[in-house]
């Protein structure tokens, strides 16, 4: 067991934290906290770290990175890996200027920044998705205004001038949303009602896919202009139209690969965190965040100050620290792991209220190269006849339609080590209604898999699929909800709407419990590899407030340079 803190003079040792996941928000936050001066301890349930980006080789050969593939903003990462222990640098702009420089966008060769080649190898992806609609004509999406204007001009000229004003608006709230506001953690109500007004302005608050509307007339632009939202659980017919700021996330800094795949990234940011003095325990799933009230009592009614201890896992072993943070699941961490008596404004009723993102299929699959060509990129998203009844159906009536729209990747087109010679892996995801529809997976899943397979070789995605299939397995929304512990099989945490968005959106510092705290898709600001990035900074920094670490600690600046920082 570890030296309890509230019986050891806090002079004589260092700051501990316990960390529950090693998802990619947990990693980042240890790696963040082993930068602040704590001593971090990252327990995890499952035999790998990663959480949703899990990464699975198969016996036949096969690696298949079960969740993210979509690399973004590659200068958070590299932030990280030039992290150094009691260095926090939480000072530095979050965006220094070659960052927003015009040509800050790595087009070819390797994209990553200089320390993160010494742990893994970044490269940009063109086009960054091909789009397929369901006619078979597609849209290949590159960021690139001028190949954006020829295909709008092939596939819909009459909404070439509203892609201007589209690209005019979505800048503005690039600029303000992200770039200056990204960073802001909406703990209280005056720090939320002093950007309403700009929201309102920039007509953010509009759901995303009425605002693509006032810019597009034509189905198959406005279905471009606002899917994308579906990649972090976001329903484009419900989330703030302040989301219409990936399009430019993507546009400025690009879509990348980790060689490897995300796996590698994830097993670099392991090794990074271990490097700071970290401890990562694998296989030590949490069954309860232990809190007592300010005295160290134990809690019996909702009231009062509440205090987090530290963690006793499902083996009973009991770990304490001074603070505690959950990478876990939102709603879960309060209903399952915080005792209802510690809890005031995180109640049972509160949780269960809360929206909850999608869920998805993925099939996981490998097939032999020989055979017809594929007409295929890197990343494929594949939109069924319906788009908006689609969204309606899984986001609202949860029920499985007719027919489906897909996102396809086939990394082996751009890293063969990832199957077997002569052979691709790919995934193919496909967004399904959350465990609240009441579906059983043991029937719906295999039948689900068989009619994506029909549909790709029927439709010529891969020909002969069937014949070249060598390699079968997939996940529903059971897999979320048992092996990754989240609430109804969510697949993306709370979903991104406009009252759980910001203020609204769980808090990273807990509402209830003095010292703990949530980092990565449920918390602010929200679901996605970069966004949980952010996350662990903005926890970071809110931990570093709460704890008055040091100015030389906290920005990682010579002590003679720090009167001036102490006094901000
Ligand atoms: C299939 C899929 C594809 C996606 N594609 C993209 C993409 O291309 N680009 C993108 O930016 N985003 C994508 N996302 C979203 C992105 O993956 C997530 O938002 C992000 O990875 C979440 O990271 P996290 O650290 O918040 O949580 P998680 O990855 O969920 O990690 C949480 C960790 O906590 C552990 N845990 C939970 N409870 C306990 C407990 N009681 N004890 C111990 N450990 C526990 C879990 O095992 C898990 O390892 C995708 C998501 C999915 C599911």
Same mark, same amino acid.
């Given at each position: 067991?570890?030296?309890?803190?509230?019986?050891?003079?806090?002079?004589?040792?260092?700051?501990?934290?316990?960390i529950?996941?090693?998802g990619?928000?947990?990693?980042?936050?240890?790696?963040?906290?082993q930068? @602040?001066g704590?001593d971090t301890?990252?327990v995890e349930?499952?035999?790998q770290?990663?959480?949703?980006?899990?990464q699975?080789?198969?016996?036949?050969?096969?690696?298949?990175?079960?969740?993210?593939?979509?690399i =973004?903003?590659?200068?958070?990462?590299?932030?990280l890996f030039?992290?150094? !222990?009691?260095?926090?640098?939480?000072?530095?702009a979050?965006?220094?200027?070659?960052v927003?420089a015009?040509?800050?966008?790595?087009?070819?060769?390797e994209?990553?920044g200089?320390?993160?080649r010494?742990?893994?190898?970044?490269v940009?992806?063109?086009p960054?998705?091909?789009?397929?609609?369901d006619?078979?004509?597609?849209f290949?999406y590159?960021g690139?205004?001028?190949?954006?204007?020829?295909?709008?001009?092939?596939?819909?000229?009459?909404?070439?001038?509203?892609y201007?004003?589209?690209?005019?608006?979505?800048?503005?709230?690039?600029?303000r949303?992200?770039?200056?506001? *990204?960073?802001?953690?909406?703990?209280d109500?005056p720090?939320?009602?002093?950007?309403?007004?700009?929201?309102?302005?920039?007509?953010a608050?509009r759901? @995303?896919?009425s605002?693509?509307s006032?810019?597009?007339?034509?189905?198959?632009?406005?279905?471009?202009?606002?899917?994308?939202?579906?990649?972090v659980?976001?329903?484009?017919?419900? %989330?703030?139209?302040?989301?219409?700021?990936?399009?430019?996330?993507?546009?400025t800094?690009?879509?990348?690969?980790?060689?490897g795949?995300?796996?590698?990234?994830v097993?670099?940011?392991?090794?990074?965190?271990?490097?700071?003095?970290?401890t990562l325990?694998?296989?030590?799933?949490v069954?309860?965040?232990?809190?007592?009230?300010? !005295?160290?009592r134990?809690?019996?009614r909702? *009231?009062g100050?509440?205090?987090?201890r530290?963690l006793?896992?499902e083996?009973?072993?009991?770990?304490?620290?001074?603070?505690? %943070?959950?990478?876990?699941?939102?709603?879960?961490?309060?209903?399952?792991?915080v005792?209802?008596?510690? !809890?005031?404004?995180?109640?049972?009723?509160?949780?269960k209220?809360?929206r909850?993102?999608?869920s998805?299929?993925?099939?996981?699959?490998g097939?032999?190269?020989?055979? &017809?060509?594929?007409?295929?990129?890197?990343h494929?998203?594949?939109?069924?006849?319906?788009?908006?009844?689609?969204?309606?159906?899984?986001?609202?009536?949860?029920?499985?339609?007719?027919?489906?729209?897909?996102?396809?990747?086939?990394?082996?087109?751009?890293?063969?080590?990832?199957?077997?010679e002569?052979?691709?892996?790919?995934?193919?995801l %496909?967004?399904?209604?959350h465990?609240?529809?009441?579906?059983?997976?043991?029937?719906? *899943?295999?039948?689900?898999?068989?009619?994506?397979?029909?549909f790709?070789?029927?439709?010529?995605?891969?020909?002969? @699929?069937?014949?070249?299939l060598?390699?079968?397995e997939?996940?529903? &929304?059971?897999?979320?909800?048992?092996?990754?512990?989240?609430?109804?099989?969510?697949?993306?945490g709370?979903?991104?709407?406009?009252?759980?968005?910001?203020?609204?959106? &769980?808090?990273?510092?807990s509402?209830?419990v003095?010292n703990?705290y949530?980092?990565g898709?449920?918390?602010?600001?929200?679901?996605?590899?970069p966004?949980?990035?952010?996350?662990a900074k903005? =926890?970071?920094?809110?931990?570093?407030?709460?704890f008055?670490?040091?100015?030389?600690?906290?920005?990682?600046?010579?002590?003679?340079n720090?009167a001036?920082?102490?006094a901000?």
């Amino acid at each position: 067991m570890t030296p309890d803190p509230t019986t050891t003079p806090a002079a004589a040792r260092r700051k501990t934290a316990l960390i529950v996941g090693a998802g990619i928000g947990g990693l980042s936050l240890g790696i963040r906290l082993q930068s @602040l001066g704590f001593d971090t301890t990252i327990v995890e349930r499952l035999d790998q770290q990663g959480g949703r980006a899990y990464q699975k080789r198969t016996p036949d050969g096969y690696v298949f990175d079960m969740g993210p593939t979509v690399i =973004t903003v590659p200068h958070f990462i590299e932030e990280l890996f030039a992290l150094e !222990r009691d260095k926090g640098m939480l000072g530095e702009a979050d965006y220094p200027a070659q960052v927003l420089a015009p040509d800050a966008r790595v087009r070819e060769g390797e994209s990553g920044g200089e320390r993160t080649r010494d742990y893994v190898k970044l490269v940009p992806i063109l086009p960054f998705y091909r789009i397929y609609f369901d006619d078979g004509t597609f849209f290949d999406y590159d960021g690139d205004p001028v190949s954006t204007r020829r295909q709008i001009a092939d596939l819909a000229p009459e909404d070439l001038a509203g892609y201007e004003r589209f690209h005019a608006d979505a800048q503005a709230i690039f600029e303000r949303g992200f770039l200056e506001l *990204g960073y802001t953690h909406f703990g209280d109500m005056p720090t939320m009602l002093r950007v309403v007004p700009d929201l309102m302005r920039l007509d953010a608050v509009r759901t @995303l896919f009425s605002f693509t509307s006032k810019y597009f007339q034509n189905p198959k632009m406005r279905q471009v202009f606002s899917f994308e939202t579906l990649l972090v659980g976001g329903n484009p017919l419900s %989330v703030p139209a302040i989301y219409a700021m990936i399009h430019f996330v993507e546009k400025t800094w690009g879509i990348h690969y980790a060689m490897g795949g995300t796996g590698a990234l994830v097993d670099a940011f392991a090794r990074k965190f271990e490097e700071l003095g970290g401890t990562l325990r694998l296989n030590a799933g949490v069954q309860e965040i232990l809190v007592t009230d300010d !005295r160290g009592r134990p809690v019996r009614r909702p *009231g009062g100050k509440r205090v987090a201890r530290g963690l006793r896992l499902e083996s009973g072993e009991e770990l304490h620290a001074d603070i505690v %943070v959950s990478n876990g699941d939102w709603a879960n961490t309060y209903l399952k792991r915080v005792p209802a008596a510690a !809890r005031l404004v995180n109640s049972d009723v509160r949780v269960k209220a809360a929206r909850q993102s999608m869920s998805l299929l993925v099939i996981y699959f490998g097939f032999r190269k020989e055979g &017809p060509a594929l007409n295929l990129r890197h990343h494929n998203i594949i939109l069924g006849p319906r788009y908006e009844e689609l969204l309606t159906e899984i986001f609202g009536k949860k029920v499985l339609g007719r027919d489906f729209s897909q996102y396809l990747h086939v990394p082996t087109l751009t890293d063969p080590t990832l199957a077997p010679e002569g052979h691709h892996a790919a995934y193919t995801l %496909v967004p399904v209604p959350h465990n609240a529809s009441g579906l059983d997976w043991s029937v719906e *899943g295999p039948k689900l898999v068989e009619r994506v397979y029909d549909f790709l070789e029927e439709r010529g995605y891969i020909p002969n @699929l069937r014949e070249r299939l060598t390699h079968s397995e997939f996940i529903t &929304p059971d897999y979320f909800e048992g092996t990754l512990d989240s609430y109804l099989g969510n697949a993306f945490g709370p979903e991104p709407i406009l009252a759980q968005s910001a203020y609204f959106r &769980p808090h990273n510092r807990s509402e209830d419990v003095r010292n703990l705290y949530m980092v990565g898709a449920g918390a602010q600001p929200g679901g996605g590899t970069p966004s949980v990035m952010m996350s662990a900074k903005m =926890t970071a920094r809110l931990i570093a407030q709460d704890f008055g670490i040091h100015p030389s600690v906290r920005d990682g600046v010579p002590e003679r340079n720090t009167a001036d920082l102490a006094a901000d």
